[in-house]
């Protein structure tokens, strides 16, 4: 089983947790107490009627497998002195998926958030703002992430497809190894002045601090200038395979980069005009 993968927010300069179970983001309540200036919160929320209630609900809604028969034996119980769940004994005994222990390095309550969020709540209406606004901030911030590797990932296959098309149409023409490994940098370093305006070593050259181990200018680039150099890429291999010349290929690869990013520029400004729009009709 693949381990959930974590993310972190920081609240009240108190790091909260984040892991994804499948599909689902868990935030840590223990970690959301301690940031709340109240560590014993989360024993007190859990004895109160209407967090079992609110537990049970959200678990009919979402698990099919939830005890319901168990459930109702618990809730009859809430509001006596000696009520006293905790978080394994409700799991255990009505199979309940909306909050989990883990134990180890990333230890601690974890909750789906929609149950976290009504953590929040308890913890206080200001906190709840808080946790919210933050959590907000770290999604975008994710999807922001998967853009870029999506990105990224198409031009590493279509520089694939670009460095294929240059071994089998213009590499059998050359004789010489070391001029076979120069034909490949000059395509690369093409194309890497039409997006990026400088060649890769003279990138790295500008760039001392930033070009350390493996990482280039591509690793810093824009998501608008990997989709560009993505498609250029591809649209380099096609006229190579065409036979076309390098010098007509730098004409009418320069021309179709300045339609893309004209294109590209003028959606993201539609973008944030919309989402402006949308802002103010709120």
């Known amino acids: 089983m693949t381990p959930p993968r974590k993310l972190s927010m920081n609240i009240n ?19 959301m107490a301690k940031s709340a200036g109240s560590e014993r ?6 004895r109160s009627r209407n967090t079992i209630s609110f537990l049970g609900l959200w678990e009919q809604h979402h698990n099919a497998d939830f ?16 009520f006293n769940p905790s978080i ?8 309940a998926k909306g909050v989990v222990s883990r134990t180890g390095r990333y230890g601690g309550t974890y909750a789906h958030k929609d149950i976290a969020f009504e953590f929040g709540t308890w913890l206080s209406p200001e906190f ?5 606004t933050e959590f907000q901030r770290l999604k975008a911030n994710e999807q922001k992430q998967i853009e870029w590797d999506s990105h990224r990932y198409l031009s590493q296959v279509n520089y694939r497809l670009h460095t294929d098309a240059i071994k089998e149409h213009i590499i059998p023409t050359l004789s010489a190894g070391a001029i076979q490994q120069y034909t490949y940098t000059t395509e690369a370093d093409m194309l890497n002045r039409i997006v990026f305006g400088q060649t890769a070593s003279e990138w790295k050259k500008s760039n001392p601090s930033l070009a350390k ?20 890429e591809n649209l380099n291999s096609h006229y190579i395979t065409e ?14 980069a300045q339609r893309q990013y004209e294109s590209l520029v003028k959606t ?3 973008t944030r005009d919309l989402e402006n729009d949308r802002k103010r009709l709120k």
């Open 128 to 132: 709840k703002l808080l946790i919210i």
């Open 88 to 95: 394994k004994e409700w799991v255990e005994s009505t199979n």
């Open 243 to 256: 036979g076309k010349n390098q010098p007509d290929r730098i004409v009418i690869l320069a021309q179709a």
């Open 41 to 46: 919160a989360l024993h007190s929320w859990l």
């Open 213 to 232: 181990g493996q990482r280039n200018q591509r690793d810093f680039a824009t998501s608008e200038q990997l989709v560009i150099l993505a498609n250029l």
């Open 13 to 31: 300069e108190q790091t909260v947790n984040v892991v994804k179970i499948g599909d689902d983001d868990y935030i840590c309540l223990t970690e």
């Open 67 to 82: 005890n319901l028969h168990e459930f109702v034996k618990i809730k009859s119980r809430t509001g006596e002195n000696s």
């Open 268 to 270: 993201r400004q539609i």
